[in-house]
């Protein structure tokens, strides 16, 4: 059962501890602040000094507050209210709480706009990006339907249309998520709301399961000075879907990130259409000047990465291509360019590096290893052979934060020696590491009656134990409290490492 509101500063159920930012916890302000907010109405006092509205906010958010939150923001003081910064932490915003308090945040806008306090409201940027949306549908607890970000906010800056518009009104900054649920309500609200009192700018606008027509139509009512970031997830897009959506992106000149996964561009086989796709393509991603991570995941595009980046007007500082189908030709190309001394992250995931494509990573690296920070070589078929060949230019990329070997088959014995190789790396936070290859029981893949499907061999779980234990142990042993190894490839997160 909950505490009485008013007579403790025990945490909520709903907010563990452990997820208060360093600093916030122990600090007495911030406890004052949550003794406070714990009292709903807030008690009738002079209003709070400006400064203190952010430990306040922060307080009412982290102990999921709603009510709280919406009278402080109906009076909030300064013209911006950036809720990452004064969070500090994107993890705080995923839990199901920070959902019911960011709608809070938002509904207070609203009312603002609609009770038409312009002369006592200073607000006008609401800034909630890098709140993760949730695509899942998943309902929050203390909801009725279905929760997600981007509908709230389509649904707020529509709404906010009936207030009466007068300028300035407030400015809403957010990342998208759109599919074919959401598309109508968004489309609506974008189209409408460029002129109202709540106008909503997009910074990072992600697509998946929609038309070519209803992405290019979201495309063109976006404000072209806001968006940093386009990501979408279409499968089969193809170079004829690209050569009709690309053209539309021209219109963003800050667009610095593009994420193409799955749209199963295949080149392997080269054609008279083929070569022109390649050049028109090529061409178009020569439009997006501040482009500085691209994501071609999943395409077929052997022997063909020269001519699709030949146009680019600045190097990458990002580059997935996992699963690609490379060539050796392809790796020797982003060697010798103006790349290699950029890239910051690169992705070669499901590529064969057993034979003849070790050299040419090994050289690639040679040429990345001042700027990279984070490598992905996951289901690449090393063995121990292969890592060891690579172990000495790993040890040179002094700046490595994460480094992603899942579902290469390496024994226990490679595991230790990349282990003391690499723990001197001292930016070195995350790797992600296979089930060692010792580890598997003796036995043939099994498969299922009626299926194609094999599955791996069972795992032996002692020596599984028996390895992880080994490994942490000279993990501990090394003094590097600030490393983590682990088998799990899910759950991490990815950074940004590029300026956004």
């Not at 899942?406 to 001292?426: F, H, M």
Request: net charge positive.
């Amino acid at each position: 059962m909950a505490p009485a509101r008013g007579r403790s500063t025990q945490i909520p159920p709903c907010v563990p501890k452990r997820q208060f930012p360093p600093g916030y916890s122990d600090s007495l302000l911030f406890l004052c602040a949550r003794r406070i907010v714990a009292r709903h109405p807030l008690p009738a006092l002079p209003a709070p000094p400006a400064h203190l509205y952010p430990v306040l906010f922060q307080a009412a958010f982290l102990d999921g507050r709603p009510l709280v939150l919406r009278e402080l923001v109906s009076a909030w003081p300064f013209p911006v209210l950036h809720l990452q910064r004064l969070l500090g932490r994107q993890e705080l915003l995923r839990d199901h709480p920070c959902k019911l308090c960011l709608q809070a945040v938002i509904l207070a806008v609203v009312a603002q706009l609609r009770r038409q306090l312009e002369d006592s409201c200073r607000l006008r940027v609401l800034d909630v990006t890098g709140v993760p949306d949730d695509p899942s549908g998943r309902t929050p607890d203390g909801m009725n339907a279905p929760w997600s970000g981007t509908v709230a906010l389509a649904k707020a800056c529509r709404s906010g249309t009936a207030a009466a518009p007068q300028p300035p009104g407030v400015d809403v900054h957010a990342d998208l998520f759109v599919n074919g649920t959401s598309y109508g309500i968004l489309r609506d609200a974008l189209q409408s709301g460029a002129a109202g009192p709540l106008r909503l700018k997009c910074r990072e606008f992600q697509a998946e399961k929609l038309s070519l027509a209803g992405i290019v139509s979201l495309l063109e009512t976006l404000d072209p000075s806001c968006v940093r970031r386009v990501d979408l997830r279409f499968r089969n897009l193809g170079l004829t879907g690209l050569s009709v959506i690309l053209p539309h992106l021209s219109r963003f000149p800050q667009l610095r990130s593009l994420k193409l996964q799955y749209s199963n561009v295949d080149v392997r086989r080269p054609t008279p259409e083929s070569a022109i796709g390649i050049r028109c393509l090529a061409g178009q991603l020569g439009m997006l000047p501040s482009l500085r991570e691209l994501n071609l995941g999943s395409s077929r595009l052997s022997g063909n990465l020269r001519q699709i980046l030949c146009d680019l007007r600045a190097p990458l500082e990002s580059l997935e291509l996992s699963f690609c189908s490379l060539l050796p030709a392809d790796l020797a190309f982003l060697s010798q360019s103006s790349h290699a001394a950029s890239l910051k992250r690169l992705d070669l995931s499901g590529h064969d590096f057993s034979q003849g494509l070790l050299e040419p990573l090994r050289l690639l690296l040679e040429e990345t290893s001042a700027s990279l920070l984070h490598l992905d070589l996951m289901e690449c078929r090393m063995a121990d052979a292969q890592l060891a060949a690579l172990l000495p230019t790993l040890r040179r990329c002094r700046r490595l934060r994460f480094l992603g070997l899942y579902g290469n088959s390496l024994s226990t014995a490679a595991l230790k020696d990349l282990l003391r190789q690499t723990v001197e790396l001292p930016d070195l936070r995350l790797v992600v590491y296979p089930f060692p290859a010792d580890c598997y029981k003796p036995e043939p893949p099994r498969r299922v009656p009626g299926s194609r499907r094999i599955y791996e061999e069972p795992m032996d779980g002692e020596r599984l134990a028996a390895s992880t234990a080994e490994i942490h142990q000279m993990l501990a042993d090394s003094g590097r409290t600030d490393l983590v190894w682990t088998y799990n490839p899910y759950g991490h997160g990815t950074m940004d490492y590029f300026s956004l």
